[in-house]
């Protein structure tokens, strides 16, 4: 089973480039319109999948190759984004950023190849002018099996910067899909575990998804960005679907002898030095253990040999 959901995922050369800001004002531009939009996070992170859904009003899903395995991903992928008209995935950390030791393992690129998505680069234009067009020529060459297919630039200080690096770019033959200027009003708290979540910051955070919403709307090329979307490839993938829940059978015990609910049986050994001697009134001293079905009173005392 194929699924053509037009789909790309937005990466950056490194943490705090802004890769969120872009890729929820993505998604919130584009559900403005009437798109459905499939959101998704690559990686465990659930703190952005948050954000995602408050742009979209569809759950983020995470689409993590090291937990789920490299062979779950495209399933999982399908699953959520059936019936979408638009997904987007947004990526973590740096582009070839994945498991420590494993090489490209769970990192952005490497689901991007998984899921035969096209990947747009936001870069945090900051602090430099024609080097940036070394540093995403370095991100386009590096593995050819990943399709760097436009960058977003972030942070441009003023149209003249915007010039410079757009110029720059051509060199290179990278095409740019949008320019965002450094707005404070879309700036999402940070600390130690990454972003705050959505649930703590309430209408804040619905002001945040709307400013970053109007900021991409007005500086990116959303027709451009949505035809690239259109290019990713069929993806050949059975859409993830839950085991069905078995349900547990209670078993019943039942007693060896049948009418009858308990039974005499040694349960524990008697204090007595001798408890099969037969007593003085000629008959063996009983044993009495309850079985399982037993429903007599607990208060009950096992007879003593006489």
Same mark, same amino acid.
């Given at each position: 089973?194929?699924?053509?959901?037009?789909?790309?995922?937005?990466?950056?050369?490194?943490?705090?480039?802004?890769?969120?800001?872009?890729?929820?004002?993505?998604?919130?531009? $584009?559900?403005?319109?009437?798109?459905?939009?499939?959101?998704?996070?690559?990686?465990?992170?659930?703190?952005?999948?948050?954000?995602?859904?408050?742009?979209?009003?569809?759950?983020?899903?995470?689409?993590?190759?090291?937990?789920?395995?490299?062979?779950?991903?495209?399933?999982? $992928?399908?699953?959520?984004?059936?019936?979408?008209?638009?997904?987007?995935?947004?990526?973590v950390?740096?582009?070839?950023?994945?498991?420590?030791?494993?090489?490209?393992?769970?990192?952005?690129?490497?689901?991007?190849?998984?899921l035969?998505?096209?990947?747009?680069?936001?870069?945090?234009?900051?602090?430099?002018?024609?080097?940036?067009?070394?540093?995403?020529?370095?991100?386009?060459? $590096?593995?050819?099996?990943?399709?760097?297919?436009?960058?977003?630039?972030?942070?441009?200080?003023?149209?003249?910067?915007?010039?410079?690096?757009?110029?720059?770019?051509?060199?290179?033959?990278?095409?740019?899909?949008?320019?965002?200027?450094?707005?404070?009003?879309v700036a999402?708290?940070?600390?130690?575990?990454?972003?705050?979540?959505?649930?703590?910051?309430?209408?804040?955070?619905?002001?945040?998804?709307r400013?970053a919403?109007?900021?991409?709307?007005?500086?990116?090329?959303?027709?451009?960005?949505?035809?690239?979307?259109?290019?990713?490839?069929?993806?050949?993938?059975?859409?993830?679907?839950?085991?069905?829940?078995?349900?547990?059978?209670?078993?019943?015990?039942?007693?060896?002898?049948?009418?009858?609910?308990w039974?005499?049986?040694?349960?524990?050994?008697?204090?007595?030095?001798?408890?099969?001697?037969?007593?003085?009134?000629?008959?063996?001293?009983?044993?009495?253990?309850?079985?399982?079905?037993?429903?007599?009173?607990?208060?009950?005392?096992?007879?003593?040999?006489?």
């Amino acid at each position: 089973m194929t699924t053509d959901v037009p789909r790309l995922v937005v990466a950056a050369p490194a943490s705090g480039s802004g890769k969120t800001t872009v890729a929820t004002g993505l998604m919130a531009a $584009f559900a403005e319109r009437g798109l459905a939009v499939s959101p998704h996070k690559v990686g465990p992170d659930y703190i952005d999948p948050g954000y995602h859904a408050l742009a979209t009003g569809r759950p983020g899903r995470n689409l993590d190759a090291y937990m789920c395995g490299p062979e779950l991903v495209a399933p999982l $992928f399908a699953h959520g984004a059936a019936g979408c008209e638009l997904a987007v995935v947004e990526g973590v950390m740096g582009l070839f950023d994945g498991v420590s030791g494993e090489g490209e393992l769970a990192s952005t690129a490497h689901v991007a190849k998984l899921l035969k998505a096209p990947v747009v680069l936001v870069v945090d234009a900051s602090s430099q002018s024609r080097s940036v067009a070394a540093l995403v020529h370095g991100f386009a060459s $590096f593995d050819p099996q990943v399709r760097l297919a436009g960058v977003i630039l972030n942070k441009v200080g003023s149209e003249r910067h915007e010039q410079v690096l757009r110029e720059a770019l051509e060199e290179v033959g990278v095409p740019v899909f949008g320019s965002l200027r450094r707005t404070p009003q879309v700036a999402t708290p940070s600390r130690h575990l990454g972003l705050v979540p959505v649930a703590e910051r309430s209408a804040e955070a619905v002001d945040s998804v709307r400013a970053a919403a109007a900021m991409v709307r007005e500086g990116c090329d959303l027709e451009g960005l949505l035809a690239l979307a259109r290019t990713a490839p069929p993806l050949d993938a059975q859409p993830w679907a839950p085991a069905p829940r078995r349900r547990k059978r209670r078993r019943r015990c039942r007693s060896p002898r049948r009418g009858r609910s308990w039974r005499w049986r040694a349960a524990r050994p008697s204090p007595s030095p001798t408890p099969n001697t037969p007593s003085s009134c000629g008959r063996r001293a009983p044993r009495w253990s309850p079985s399982t079905r037993c429903t007599t009173n607990s208060s009950r005392k096992a007879p003593r040999p006489w």
